[in-house]
């Protein structure tokens, strides 16, 4: 059974910073690209930044060099470590492994940026 649990998730002020953290199971977690996505109520859900199985990344423009996504095959985990963040990345955040059609989600950790 695959299982993808995120972690770190938290309130915080602005220009905070955090990390995210997610343990897969159930994978061969060192060939999937996993991603984290972001979420608000009644938006649509966003891809944040993601790490490819050669550690490839790819970054949304709006965390372009505040986020850094890295994976750590060892412990099939991913992160996501976050600084200056602000009210504007409130959200649900979800880790997402994905090897060719196969996807699988965890089930979100929340982010609230306030002050």
């Known amino acids: 059974q695959v299982q993808l649990l995120e972690s770190g998730g938290g309130l915080l002020q602005p220009w905070g910073s955090l990390r995210l953290s997610c343990a897969a199971s159930g994978i061969t977690f060192s060939i999937h690209t996993m991603s984290w996505y972001r979420q608000a109520p009644g938006k649509q859900r966003e891809s944040v930044a993601l790490?490819?199985?050669?550690?490839?990344?790819n970054y949304a423009d709006s965390v372009k060099g505040r986020f850094t996504i890295t994976r750590e095959n060892a412990k099939k985990r991913v992160y996501l470590q976050m600084i200056r963040l602000k009210p504007e990345d409130t959200d649900v955040y979800y880790c997402k492994a994905q090897y060719g059609p196969h996807e699988y989600w965890g089930q979100g950790t929340q982010v609230t940026v306030s002050s």
């Open positions: 790490i490819t199985s050669s550690e490839a990344t």
